[in-house]
């Protein structure tokens, strides 16, 4: 069965432009979450979506946005890039069953981005 | 607010030497899932293993075992006789509300593990 994927692999913008990171979950995962890798940090979270609906956000700007369509794949926007938004963004997607625990969250390769 | 440390940033070995990854929580949740992640030099982080709060029994997979201890809020990793191919960056991470029954994941700031031939 195919992982997570994401696209594209590397993204090269420069300040002040905007950005559309694409990601497929694993089939038959209904939930879809962002997380932001600086370089020598661990994940931080930025979204998680369900059935189309933002379920969770962390501490970013207004100008990251995201969305979730029908066949659970997902879009992370970033408007007006600033330098520190260079990162690798990675995609995790989890199967979201019923009961209040969470579910292991897949990733997958992640898109480097590099803001100039 | 929760927090993962991982006090080892690097760590170096070599080949056949066993290596334990430490990782110290912190969370006033009385339930919680605890993580380790593993992320090699291509970038995509591999789910190594995944432990509720309820279940204090240290776990075995082949050369990886896992020792979690309640009582010092530690989840720590060892792997046995490493390996080149055992070369990443590690994860430790702790499970945290999103909002309602969502979860997002809280992680440290890894551990660079080098094995040497």
Redesign the interface.
């Known amino acids: 069965d195919a992982g997570v994927t994401q696209s594209p692999t590397h993204l090269i913008k420069t300040r002040g432009q905007h950005v559309t990171l694409r990601c497929s979950p694993i089939s038959g995962h209904k939930s879809v979450s962002w997380y932001q890798q600086v370089l020598g940090q661990g994940p931080q979270f930025i979204f998680q979506y369900y059935e189309k609906e933002e379920r969770g956000r962390g501490n970013f700007p207004d100008r990251f946005s995201a969305r979730q369509f029908p066949n659970y794949s997902s879009e992370l926007n970033v408007n007006a890039l600033l330098l520190g938004d260079s990162a690798l963004y990675l995609c995790a997607s989890s199967q979201r069953r019923a009961g209040d625990y969470p579910d292991t969250q897949y990733f997958g390769p992640g898109t480097r981005l590099t803001v100039l | 607010a929760q927090k993962?440390t991982q006090a080892q940033t690097e760590i170096s070995v070599v080949e056949k030497e066993d290596v334990t990854l430490d990782c110290v929580y912190e969370t006033r949740d009385t339930?919680y899932?605890l993580?380790w992640?593993k992320q090699p030099p291509?970038?995509?982080?591999?789910?190594l293993i995944?432990r509720?709060s309820f279940d204090e029994q240290n776990e075995i997979s082949g050369r990886y075992s896992w020792n979690f201890q309640k009582s010092t809020s530690s989840f720590n990793f060892t792997i046995t006789a490493s390996q080149v191919v055992d070369s990443a960056v590690y994860?430790c991470?702790l499970?945290e509300?999103?909002?309602?029954?969502?979860?997002?994941?809280?992680?440290?700031?890894?551990t660079l593990l080098t094995v040497n031939p």
Do not use: H
């Not at chain 2, 509300?97 to 890894?110: A, D, E, Q, V």
């Open positions: 993962v339930t899932y993580f992640y291509s970038g995509e982080l591999v789910f995944r509720n994860f991470a499970s509300r999103s909002g309602g029954s969502n979860y997002k994941l809280t992680f440290g700031k890894g």
